[in-house]
């Protein structure tokens, strides 16, 4: 819910309604107090109703369209006040709110209440557009540090996990050429291939779906050599789809993610489903046997690739649970950077 600065706008709309009653006061006596007191009210209510709609016109809107938003709410606000003007004269005749305009002729009077309401709506406006500017561009700087501080923890994490990786290739190829059954030496090369992947994902933002289902194969394939049968993995994606992109790991983090929250047993088989649905979303989903006893979720996979997301295109992920099923959509996205190697 957006915030309404409403502290903000009562000490504004105070100041306002005593500046206004400034002349009331000056002249003031024993038989006209009751004037100022009005007079004061009169102005506060007038001046909190241009607060809360400026805002709500400024606020529903990016920066770049707030001034025609503004605009508009200036002309409720100009609107307002001859309506709030007159209803007020009808119901509170005793009242004489605005001296100024005795003696005037009704247009006389209609104009000199609508500039009236111009310039406090006016004041008002460029208030509340300055105070929703300031706001912005401290999100904005904030949003920016913390992406600054993320990619440096990524890149800090990156480090520590490429601890001598030609060490590492070098015994994976001499475990392979020394391994006698072809079995071993599939799994040591699919092992490889995850590895590389892994080390180069950070390197870009994106990958093309087609990399992305490369990798989920290999990955897949050591999975399946630890559950076997328990686990059933079918992809069907679309060719028109596999050259459009996604942040990195996103298929990988999902399936891991469907392994942990659910039983995977030669009785209870997990049976997960990656499919395009259209052009511009990915589904993953899996059948739903929550584990018995699971140690407490961080969520840190899905916010990851939440977080992802809005960084990159300003998008969501879609979560969807049903009694029997659990799916997850994902926005497919243009391939705007080079997508990073193949496996």
């Given at each position: 819910?957006?915030?309404?600065?409403?502290?903000?706008?009562?000490?504004?709309?105070?100041?306002?309604?005593?500046?206004?009653?400034?002349?009331?006061?000056?002249?003031?006596?024993?038989?006209?107090?009751?004037?100022?007191?009005?007079?004061?009210?009169?102005?506060?209510?007038?001046?909190?109703?241009?607060?809360?709609?400026?805002?709500?016109?400024?606020?529903?809107?990016s920066?770049?369209?707030?001034?025609?938003r503004?605009?508009?709410?200036?002309?409720?606000?100009?609107?307002?006040?001859?309506?709030?003007?007159?209803?007020?004269?009808l119901?509170?005749?005793?009242?004489?709110?605005?001296?100024v305009?005795?003696?005037?002729?009704?247009?006389?009077?209609?104009?000199?209440i609508?500039?009236?309401?111009?310039v406090?709506?006016?004041?008002?406006?460029?208030?509340?557009?300055?105070?929703?500017?300031?706001?912005?561009?401290?999100?904005?700087?904030?949003?920016?540090?913390?992406?600054?501080?993320?990619?440096?923890?990524?890149?800090?994490?990156?480090?520590?996990?490429?601890?001598?990786?030609?060490?590492?290739?070098?015994?994976?190829?001499?475990?392979?050429?020394?391994?006698?059954?072809?079995?071993?030496?599939?799994?040591?090369?699919?092992?490889?291939?995850?590895?590389?992947?892994?080390?180069?994902?950070?390197?870009?933002?994106?990958?093309?779906?087609?990399?992305?289902?490369?990798?989920?194969?290999?990955?897949?394939?050591?999975?399946?050599?630890?559950?076997?049968?328990?686990?059933?993995?079918?992809?069907?994606?679309?060719?028109?789809?596999?050259?459009?992109?996604?942040?990195?790991?996103?298929?990988?983090?999902?399936?891991?993610?469907?392994?942990?929250?659910?039983?995977?047993?030669?009785?209870?088989?997990?049976?997960?489903?990656?499919?395009?649905?259209?052009?511009?979303?990915?589904?993953?989903?899996?059948?739903?046997?929550?584990?018995?006893?699971?140690?407490?979720?961080?969520?840190?996979?899905?916010?990851?690739?939440?977080?992802?997301y809005?960084?990159?295109?300003?998008?969501?992920?879609?979560?969807?649970?049903?009694?029997?099923?659990?799916?997850?959509?994902?926005?497919?996205?243009?391939?705007?950077?080079?997508?990073?190697?193949?496996?």
């Amino acid at each position: 819910m957006k915030n309404y600065h409403l502290q903000t706008g009562v000490i504004l709309s105070i100041f306002i309604a005593a500046l206004t009653s400034v002349p009331r006061i000056i002249r003031i006596d024993l038989d006209n107090y009751n004037n100022v007191v009005w007079s004061f009210f009169y102005n506060f209510v007038y001046c909190m109703f241009c607060w809360v709609i400026l805002q709500f016109c400024i606020q529903r809107g990016s920066i770049q369209n707030s001034l025609f938003r503004g605009f508009l709410g200036l002309l409720v606000c100009i609107g307002y006040s001859v309506l709030y003007h007159f209803l007020s004269e009808l119901y509170f005749p005793a009242y004489v709110l605005i001296p100024v305009l005795k003696g005037l002729n009704f247009y006389q009077r209609l104009f000199m209440i609508m500039f009236r309401g111009a310039v406090v709506g006016g004041f008002i406006y460029f208030v509340v557009y300055y105070l929703n500017l300031l706001l912005e561009t401290q999100k904005a700087r904030i949003e920016n540090e913390q992406l600054k501080q993320e990619n440096l923890q990524a890149r800090l994490h990156s480090l520590q996990q490429q601890i001598s990786p030609h060490f590492l290739f070098n015994s994976l190829n001499t475990l392979k050429t020394i391994a006698s059954e072809n079995p071993v030496k599939e799994y040591v090369l699919q092992l490889s291939y995850v590895y590389r992947y892994l080390l180069n994902y950070n390197e870009n933002n994106l990958a093309t779906i087609q990399d992305e289902l490369s990798f989920l194969q290999s990955y897949s394939y050591i999975l399946k050599e630890r559950f076997e049968d328990a686990l059933q993995l079918e992809i069907t994606i679309s060719d028109y789809v596999k050259e459009k992109c996604i942040p990195p790991l996103s298929l990988q983090i999902l399936l891991e993610n469907a392994i942990k929250h659910n039983i995977v047993s030669l009785s209870h088989p997990l049976q997960i489903r990656i499919y395009n649905e259209g052009e511009d979303k990915l589904v993953v989903e899996n059948n739903l046997q929550p584990k018995l006893s699971v140690e407490e979720s961080t969520g840190i996979g899905l916010q990851n690739i939440s977080d992802r997301y809005k960084l990159l295109a300003n998008q969501s992920i879609e979560i969807i649970r049903a009694p029997n099923q659990f799916s997850i959509k994902i926005p497919v996205l243009p391939c705007l950077t080079a997508p990073i190697a193949k496996c």
